[in-house]
Nanobody
Framework: QVQLVESGGGLVQPGGSLRLSCAASGPIHSINAMSWYRQTPGKQRDLVAGISKRGTITYADSLKGRFTISRDNAKNTVYLQMNSLEPEDTAVYYC???????????????WGKGTLVTVSS
């Protein structure tokens, strides 16, 4: 069974940094796009950043320059480096991946369970 497990969330002061990780495991043939989303209570889940298998990157316009997405294809892992964090960045951050699974190479979309980031003094 394919799983996405996020880590790296926590409490950080305004202006601080955090690095989130999301590792995919299970019967994986290959992973296409990997993305980070975030959600606050009562609001929809919004895209933070996405990265294709070949490294094409997309960011939410409001986050450009502060957040950096990267991936390690050998480790089936995507990262999100978050700098200059603001209280408004407080949210649950979710990992999403588009995966070809074994043994039949079926394409499925998966979500992690999320990791909480709290920016507060």
């Amino acid at each position: 069974q394919v799983q996405l497990v996020e880590s790296g969330g926590g409490l950080v002061q305004p202006g601080g940094s955090l690095r989130l990780s999301c590792a995919a495991s299970g019967p994986i043939h290959s992973i296409n796009a990997m993305s980070w989303y975030r959600q606050t209570p009562g609001k929809q889940r919004d895209l933070v950043a996405g990265i294709s298998k070949r490294g094409t990157i997309t960011y939410a316009d409001s986050l450009k320059g502060r957040f950096t997405i990267s991936r390690d294809n050998a480790k089936n892992t995507v990262y999100l480096q978050m700098n200059s964090l603001e209280p408004e960045d407080t949210a649950v951050y979710y990992c999403n991946a588009d995966i070809l699974i074994l043994p039949n190479f079926r394409r499925n979309n998966y979500w992690g369970k999320g990791t909480l980031v709290t920016v507060s003094s």
